[in-house]
């Protein structure tokens, strides 16, 4: 099982940027998605979940300004991120729980900076 993350880049601040991460291999479960971030010197810190009913959960930091979403039928989980901040900058990791244990995609950059 493998979890390949996309989208990542260089934005200016208010600026906006959608992450993709699709899971693939062997499956037959997957319960809940979600991505988290880590910044330099920073632990890593939970973005937000979705689970596979599609109920989402997100850090009070980025409340209002993502919006996690998952297709089913693709083993695909999307993060549409609009208004960011430089503090939003961090390497941005995909995570799944995938038949009953926990995978994490490489991670994706996003620089906000002008």
């Known amino acids: 099982v493998q979890l390949q993350a996309s989208g990542g880049g260089l934005v200016q601040p208010g600026g906006s940027l959608r992450l993709s991460c699709t899971a693939s291999?062997?499956?037959?479960?997957?319960?809940?998605m979600g991505w988290y971030r880590q910044a330099p010197g920073k632990q890593r810190e939970l973005v937000a979940t979705i689970t596979s009913s599609g109920s989402p959960t997100y850090a009070d930091s980025v409340k209002g300004r993502y919006t996690i979403s998952r297709d089913n039928a693709k083993n695909l989980v999307s993060l549409q991120m609009i208004s960011l901040k430089p503090e939003d900058a961090a390497d941005y990791y995909c995570?799944?729980?995938?038949?009953?244990?926990?995978?994490w995609g490489q991670g994706t950059l996003v620089t906000v900076s002008s």
């Open positions: 291999g062997s499956i037959f479960s997957i319960n809940t």
């Open positions: 995570y799944g729980r995938i038949n009953f244990r926990d995978y």
